[in-house]
């Protein structure tokens, strides 16, 4: 769980503990990995992180966006292979998953793209913004 204290919160209900990680910076997003390994954190300083969930380890991060004053959504791709994320000037970004390179970027929106959704086994991804209008990119990793 994320928060705008900027701490990443992790509940272990079985063992009845709480793990708390700062990112320093208020976070506005926070998925899952399909692995349930690591977890993805959107913060406020205009930076993606890719953290181990059981160490708070942050293992790559991924920058280019803009993400100062909105909540902007992030996510995986259904391959684990590319992280994606809104823009507040209305782009999609796509990067590698792995070396953090930016594979694309795509004006998907005139005004703040807040959120997104990767369909779970397919190359699809549904994206929404202030603009009033939702999208579906389908195919997006293929270009």
Known sequence: MG???GKLRIYDMRAGRLYSDDREFPITCVRAV?????ALVACLDQTLHLSEIATGTV???????VNRDYKIECGVTFDDQHVVSGSEDGSLFIWNLLNGQRKRSIKAHYKCLSSLSCHPSKDIVVTSS????AKSWINILQS
């Open 34 to 38: 399909n692995d349930n390994k690591c």
């Open 130 to 133: 202030a603009d009033g209008t």
């Open 59 to 65: 293992l790559k991060s991924y920058t280019g966006h």
């Open 3 to 5: 928060s705008v204290d």
